[in-house]
């Protein structure tokens, strides 16, 4: 039997300049809380250090905070930027972390997304891959062997390097790695048996294609290292939406934020998430009609939202878990009704929660008649008979 789909959010976060960083923050943690009361399985934040926007320096920290506030959603490191860090340290605090959640983190990883941040730490691009695998496989083996480890490149040196405390989880939490447009990350996945996070369609032009051949590069890969592929139940890919009662409506909302963050993506060095918007002058709506029209996206009802993510299994032939991307398209109470709707109509349709109860439903409305009859009959007999014995005692009574 298939596993039902999981349902999650990524937030990078994305909170547009201009507003109190304390507060934006607080509404991430708020949104957190609000998943977990609907029933969303996992919610993820990343790592981020400049440009103003994307505004979480440490998802463990927001995640050891995000954990006190929750009781069932999973966090997720969205991702630790390995380049930018020592790999012991990394693999220790996410073990830390794995006890204070009592097993509900997942780790994350990634070659950093923002070149700015790179620049920065003086970290050339053409090296980060390279130095992600390597952490990654510094990482790994920190996690599935109590034999000390020894590495030396010429970014870090461990030596004879143990953990001080095993995982929580048995063996050890979930390990993911990033894909945004390039191969690197699924060819990971499958050299290292982890898991795979597809987060590029709505993000990088031609990311949306990508997705039918991810699971291809992944399993080649497994079996170029000789072992066996990771499960495709635990691939996760993204996806971008913003639902409301009426497509109408959600478009209305939609005039929030979606313009001020199209624009950040060209800023930050991507290609715009607007992809090819007719000029609409400054007529909000107008430009949010346009940008809907053109990218792969769902500015829409729950209905869309079904056939989009429907869309997607088919493309990629299946996989696991479908994350929302996290963003301040609408304000916050239509933000947070979004994710509501998407719960109470969207997560049962895959999840398999509707049909069991429409069944039973189908099965009494059919056999109404029979049961109904009997039913009644059955009342009139006890009224009947309730009156034949008050009738019986009153009358004896009288003799």
Not at 76 to 103: C, E, F, I, K, N
Not at 220 to 231: D, F, I, M, N
Request: proline letters at 6%; a negative charge.
């Amino acid at each position: 039997m298939t596993r039902p789909l999981r349902f999650g959010v990524f937030y990078a976060p994305f909170h547009p300049l201009g507003q109190n960083p304390t507060l934006a923050l607080q509404y991430d943690l708020e949104r957190v809380v609000e998943l977990d009361r609907v029933g969303f399985d996992e919610a993820w934040f990343g790592e981020h250090h400049s440009g103003g926007y994307e505004i979480i320096g440490c998802p463990e920290i927001f995640i050891a905070a995000a954990a006190e506030r929750t009781k069932h959603i999973k966090l997720g490191t969205g991702v630790v930027s390995l380049p930018y860090h020592h790999p012991w340290l990394v693999a220790d605090r996410m073990v830390l972390l794995d006890h204070l959640t009592r097993g509900r983190v997942l780790f994350g990883t990634g070659p950093g997304a923002l070149p700015s941040d790179a620049f920065v730490m003086g970290i050339d691009p053409l090296d980060q891959r390279r130095r992600m695998e390597e952490s990654l496989e510094a990482i790994l083996a920190l996690l599935r062997s109590d034999e000390p480890v020894t590495r030396e490149t010429d970014w870090f040196t461990m030596k004879e390097a143990r953990l001080q405390m095993r995982p929580y989880s048995d063996p050890h939490f979930e390990v993911a790695v990033a894909a945004m447009i390039s191969p690197s990350g699924p060819r990971l996945a499958g050299t290292y048996g982890v898991s795979l996070l597809s987060l590029s369609m709505q993000i990088i032009e031609g990311g949306f294609a990508a997705i039918g051949q991810a699971w291809n590069v992944v399993e080649e890969q497994a079996a170029a290292a000789g072992h066996a592929p990771p499960e495709r139940d635990s691939w996760r890919v993204l996806g971008a939406m913003h639902i409301a009662e009426t497509k109408d409506k959600a478009m209305e909302e939609c005039t929030h934020g979606l313009k001020d963050f199209s624009n950040y993506f060209g800023t930050a060095g991507f290609v715009p998430l607007g992809y090819e918007v007719n000029d609409t002058g400054d007529d909000p709506r107008a430009f949010v009609e346009s940008y809907a029209e053109g990218g792969n996206i769902v500015i829409g009802t729950p209905d869309d939202a079904i056939a989009y993510i429907e869309g997607l299994l088919e493309q990629s032939g299946g996989f696991g878990t479908f994350l929302q991307l996290g963003h301040d398209w609408a304000d916050r109470d239509a933000t947070l009704r979004s994710y509501r709707l998407f719960a109470r109509e969207v997560i049962p349709h895959f999840k398999g929660q509707l049909g069991a109860p429409r069944g039973s439903h189908d099965w009494a409305a059919a056999k109404r008649d029979e049961l109904f009859g009997r039913a009644g009959q059955a009342i009139l007999q006890a009224i009947t008979s309730h009156a034949e014995e008050k009738a019986a005692s009153t009358g004896g009574g009288g003799a």
